[in-house]
């Protein structure tokens, strides 16, 4: 039969003496409580600069770098026959994009109050480049893998 204990009262079970807390190693590893830890995850960084879009058959990518704050666009692996026609170029300069020899990239700045907008922008031009590039190479709808 059970009876009902006052707060003054020990049961049988627990000894006064007994806690129940955690040993102190397990209790905060590494300085920080269960509370802090909890939701933290381990985040891997992303590539910079992140490549957006790529057309392997005419040869260009499109990339973002966050770090130095610039679209980019890139033909082939940057050599000499790797160069577009004139009317790409024109094309990408009329767009406020320049080149940077470094780099072997087609550059234009990402600045925060317009930065949505040189990357829709950007994606656009990337589009309207590869369509003109793959009609100068004859290649083919059929053959598209855009991204």
Do not use: C
């Amino acid at each position: 039969m059970s009876r009902k204990r006052t707060p003054d009262q020990e049961t049988p079970e627990t000894p006064a003496t007994a806690t129940a807390e955690p040993p102190a190693a397990e209790a905060q590893p590494e300085g920080q409580s269960f509370a802090e830890r909890v939701g933290q995850t381990k985040r891997t960084p992303l590539p910079d600069p992140f490549k957006i879009a790529s057309d392997k058959l005419a040869g260009v990518e499109l990339f973002e770098s966050k770090q130095d704050g610039q679209m980019a666009i890139k033909f082939g692996e940057g050599r000499p026959e790797d160069k577009p026609s004139e009317a790409v170029l024109d094309m990408l300069r009329e767009a406020g994009y320049r080149w940077n020899n470094r780099e072997k990239i087609w550059a234009h700045p990402v600045r925060g109050d317009s930065a949505m907008r040189t990357r829709i922008e950007a994606e656009w031009l990337y589009q309207q480049v590869r369509q003109m590039i793959r009609q100068e190479k004859g290649i083919g709808p059929a053959q598209e893998m855009p991204f």
